[in-house]
């Protein structure tokens, strides 16, 4: 149980508020919560749902007004669990209701708590409400879960039991235990195959969290072609996610804006960190929080911050962010999800090391750019003459061929002006030809896929140089010209 959570509720009911929302999609959690907060404030837990009425005393099913009517009867002290209320809060009459009784909760010591996975609640009701969200479960209370499940299991190897909770951080209490014992029926016992099946188990569970979905970080730092000043940025951070940074008087990483040319390597970053500092890769889909049709944005993008939050330390990838959120200026709901984005970017504690990426900086929020939601903004341009010959070098080496056997600096000369992604494609449409032709590559086969490519540069020169000119004086380039530092080596 969320101490933490207990805490607060305590906390708030002492200071006078006699309405709560407390929004979870874990119902039983919560009112296990509810009745240990109840129990120490010497109350009955009482609960009341639209199927079954109130569970003290003689009121049946019926609509919330009706509810309401009953818990004005209540005489005593009392916690009164309201569920699934954010199906309910649309009625003039109950919400009238409710608050002709919050006056008298006081005096009878009582108070209103409402449950729901996202509550909305009317205007009239905004400022008499006090908030809470239950987390997820944190590593020690799925450990107690685990142990009271494992009671039984015969087959325990001695460390799995805290791999299957790690494995399992970021599902409900419910889904975790359940995983658990298909996965120790799957494999026979509590082992590293158990701890893989819970990994499958939690991958399918949250296909169902529709802005939030786990990557597989197949890259490191050294598959990315160029970028040495970010490069040199991350390294210098990847030890400050500890305990030991703390006591320095570091704070958390919080994470980083990459900007630039399209193609060059900004989302190939956002994975190849995760897989160098061994975090797990989560992608925030901001059209599927906007657009899901079986959740509110709010609530979707409140259950992607949670799951984030339960497997820190973790990257969160965000992609082309300014398209996310390009309505921001003309829908109400766009920019209260956006508002409360903000607002958890500034002040999150966990963790979670967020890398956005976008391509028009025309689009992006301007309160998106404000110094304390990141910690650097990087600008990404198309790469140098060493850069690309670093790049066919990484992408040679990938499909097998050895790269000293080619001349790669005459080929990055001819391949002015192409990106990352262009001069990838130009190294597979080379092999194609050659394995079309059942021969080895050749050092001529880049060059005529290098002479067919059509750039970027070519088609969007001048929405580049805006970009170069934006970011002159506002980013951090995430590339050093060489030219530049043996200019000064030998000054």
């Known amino acids: 149980m969320s101490k933490a959570t207990a805490d607060e509720l305590r906390l708030l009911i002492r200071s006078g508020w006699r309405l709560i929302v407390l929004e979870t999609f874990e119902e039983d959690r919560a009112l296990a919560l509810l009745e240990k907060v109840a129990a120490a404030n010497e109350a009955p837990l009482v609960r009341w749902s639209l199927a079954s ?92 879960l685990f142990e009271r499940a494992l009671e039984k299991t015969a087959r325990r190897e001695p460390e799995a039991l805290d791999d299957a909770v790690r494995a399992a951080l970021g599902l409900t209490a419910a889904e975790a235990v359940r995983a658990l014992r298909r996965a120790c029926r799957v494999a026979g016992g509590l082992d590293g195959k158990a701890v893989a099946e819970i990994v499958r188990d939690k991958r399918r569970s949250l296909r169902r969290t529709p802005a939030l979905s786990f990557h597989d970080a197949a890259a490191d730092l050294g598959h990315v072609g160029g970028l040495s000043e970010l490069k040199r940025w991350l390294g210098e951070r990847r030890r400050a996610f500890g305990e030991e940074a703390r006591r320095f008087g570091l704070p958390t990483p919080r994470g980083l804006l990459l900007f630039g040319v399209q193609g060059c390597g900004k989302s190939l970053c956002a994975k190849a960190v995760a897989r160098e500092w061994r975090f797990p890769l989560l992608r925030l889909d901001l059209a599927s929080a906007f657009g899901g049709a079986t959740q509110s944005p709010e609530a979707a993008m409140r259950e992607a ?19 996310g959120f390009a309505a921001t200026s003309t829908d109400a709901r766009a920019s209260r999800v956006f508002g409360s984005f903000l607002t958890w970017l500034a002040e999150k504690e966990a963790p979670v090391f967020v890398v956005a990426t976008a391509n028009d900086v025309a689009g992006i929020p301007p309160e998106l750019l404000r110094r304390g939601r990141f910690d650097e903004l990087f600008f990404v341009d198309l790469p140098s003459a060493a850069e690309r010959a670093e790049i066919l070098a990484i992408h040679l080496r990938q499909r097998g061929r050895d790269p000293t056997h080619y001349r790669l600096d005459e080929l990055a000369a001819q391949a002015e002006r192409l990106t990352g992604a262009e001069l990838e494609q130009a190294v597979i449409g080379a092999l194609f030809r050659a394995f079309e032709q059942s021969r080895e590559l050749e050092e001529e086969d880049i060059a005529n896929a290098l002479h067919e490519t059509v750039a970027l540069y070519d088609t969007y020169e001048e929405r580049i140089k805006e970009l170069r000119d934006w970011a002159r004086v506002r980013a951090r380039p995430a590339s050093v010209d060489p030219k530049l530092v043996d200019l000064f080596a030998r000054a």
């Not at 939050?309 to 300014?322: F, N, R």
Request: proline share 8%; charged share 25%.
């Open 53 to 144: 009425g109130l569970s003290a005393g003689k009121h049946a099913a019926g609509p919330l007004e009706a509810g309401l009517r009953g818990i004005e009867t209540h005489t005593g002290p009392a916690i009164f669990a309201l569920l699934d209320i954010h199906r309910l809060l649309d009625d003039p009459l109950a919400v009238r209701r409710l608050r002709e009784l919050l006056p008298s909760l006081a005096s009878r010591q009582q108070a209103v708590v409402l449950v729901g996975p996202a509550i909305d609640l009317p205007v009239e009701l905004v400022r008499e409400a006090g908030r809470l969200e239950l987390p997820l479960p944190t590593n020690a209370e799925l450990h107690a």
């Open 305 to 323: 911050v949670q799951v984030a939050e339960s497997l820190a330390p973790a990257v969160l990838w965000i992609d082309e962010i300014e398209k």
